[in-house]
């Protein structure tokens, strides 16, 4: 694996911050160097809405957080960095003399990567030192949420930079599109581009407005483009006989003057007045962070129905699980904490998904079933009933199981469990979890009795000694807590 452990950001705008943010979810220290008084702010403003999205885009632990440094001065800001991230104005001369800057603090080996959506490569490296070490490697808003970034070569670039950075980028849950051609503005943004300047035309001409335009994306071709992008869709569209009938039919339509991406409207002050009113009318009534959490949203479920299905973006989300997994596994990154079990014991916390949830948006009740097996599973798991004692042939099964319903959650929103064990000794587990929601609602409890089996004979047996030590020592803690509320109770009892 190539984890890095520091990054140096420089340039905290939309892009810097969206970088900051993914460095640090993804375990990763940061140092950033941005001398505009109001740096912190805006970074503390994307972090929050980067915790919100990753609490909710993933399932299963997360890696502990990279801390953020806010230094000085670039040269504080890039000490012990093992990769440097340029986020500062497309200008140019600006970028170039940040690369001067750097490379009298660094040493010649480690990697500066620009964000430019535009600049060639080749042209950010005149005049360094090391002009091997730069690439582009090109985000796309939200960086912390959107998986694509475009890496870009320049005539020095050394081939195992390109190596090094694919590596480093797919780590943190990404896809490194390698550009293996220089082009101005690459291949997303010159797509983007085209839609953009076709856009402009059709509110000039007054054919639709802003959000007329939006509508168009949002109902139609972007729901396609955002699971199969465009030249699958249109195999799609050419039936069975596929691509080349595609072309043959619709080919010749190319040269009728329905476009005009040869041109640009002049963009008068009439014609800016008229696309901000029109922006405004279509959603001035959101602030700006209601829009980004909006935006967010969406984009994490439609991520999640794509990981369900195991497409698109959603390869990325089961990917990125996988290297997840092996970091916590890995001794050098996983935390050892030292939990009070003097307190029910927190064995569950996730995002409900959108899958889980029925016509109304509610969590249907299989799913409350589930998240208690998951909260029993994370309990055995305190307990040393992992994978590899399975393996060895010993297990709990659950033999009976009361769940209480008591109140609604969505998808998306944040949830917990908290298990609280009744009674550890012998063959017998006998739990109360608590599921809540992250606002302090009860949403339903669930006692359970689990009893230790032998997986070769399905037999009921005694734990190994270690996992009956650590059930009992539990057991003993909570003796002393008072009995929950719905513990021992039946159908049929008063409520």
């Excluded at 619709?250 to 002049?266: A, H, I, N, R």
């Excluded at 959650?409 to 063959?427: D, H, P, S, W």
Aim: glycine share 6%; aromatic share 6%.
């Amino acid at each position: 694996m190539t984890v890095i452990k520091k990054v140096a950001v420089l340039g905290a705008g939309v892009i810097g911050a969206g970088w900051i943010a993914r460095f640090a979810e993804n375990g990763v220290t940061v140092g950033l160097f941005d001398p505009a008084p109001d740096a912190r702010q805006k970074v503390e403003a994307v972090l929050s809405n980067a915790e919100y999205a990753y609490s909710r885009l993933e399932a299963g632990p997360r890696v502990k957080k990279g801390s953020i440094t806010y230094a000085a001065t670039l040269a504080e800001a890039v000490v012990n960095a093992d990769l440097i991230v340029e986020a500062v104005p497309e200008v140019l001369s600006l970028k170039q003399s940040v690369y001067r800057d750097v490379e009298k603090c660094v040493a010649a080996d480690v990697i500066i990567v620009s964000s430019t959506s535009g600049i060639l490569p080749t042209d950010l490296q005149a005049g360094m030192d090391h002009p091997e070490r730069l690439l582009v490697a090109h985000p796309f808003n939200p960086v912390y949420l959107l998986p694509l970034v475009e890496i870009v070569a320049g005539e020095q670039t050394a081939a195992d930079v390109v190596e090094k950075a694919i590596a480093i980028y797919t780590e943190l849950g990404m896809e490194a599109l390698h550009i293996k051609k220089e082009i101005e503005a690459f291949v997303a943004d010159r797509l983007l581009e085209a839609v953009w300047r076709e856009s402009l035309w059709l509110i000039k001409d007054g054919i639709a407005t802003t959000e007329e335009i939006d509508d168009a994306i949002r109902f139609g071709f972007g729901l396609r483009w955002a699971q199969m992008g465009l030249f699958e869709t249109y195999r799609l569209a050419g039936g069975e006989a596929g691509m080349k009938h595609f072309i043959a039919q619709f080919g010749p339509c190319l040269q009728w003057p329905w476009t005009k991406l040869m041109d640009v409207p002049e963009l008068t002050e009439e014609l800016i007045d008229t696309i901000a009113t029109q922006s405004e009318a279509q959603s001035g009534h959101y602030s700006f962070r209601q829009l980004e959490r909006i935006r967010d949203d969406n984009l994490i479920a439609i991520m999640h129905a794509l990981k369900t299905n195991n497409w698109g973006a959603g390869q990325t989300l089961i990917r990125t699980a996988a290297i997840r997994s092996q970091r916590l596994a890995n001794t050098e990154h996983a935390e050892v904490i030292a939990e009070d079990i003097n307190h029910p014991l927190l064995t569950l916390e996730c995002a409900v998904s959108p899958e889980w949830t029925d016509y109304n948006n509610h969590m249907t009740e299989s799913r409350y079933l589930q998240c208690f097996g998951d909260a029993t599973d994370g309990l055995l798991q305190k307990i040393g009933v992992d994978a590899d004692y399975v393996a060895n042939g010993g297990s709990y099964f659950t033999v009976e199981t009361h769940i209480r319903h008591l109140d609604e959650v969505k998808a998306l929103e944040l949830i917990n469990v908290t298990t609280q064990v009744l009674a550890g000794k012998g063959k017998k587990c006998h739990v109360f979890h608590r599921l809540s929601h992250a606002d302090g609602r009860m949403l339903a409890t669930a006692e359970q009795l689990l009893i230790h089996v032998d997986m070769d004979s399905r037999s009921a047996c005694e734990p190994t000694a270690q996992v009956t030590l650590q059930l009992e020592k539990i057991a003993a803690a909570h003796a002393s807590l008072a009995l929950p509320d719905g513990c021992g109770r039946a159908i049929g009892d008063p409520l």
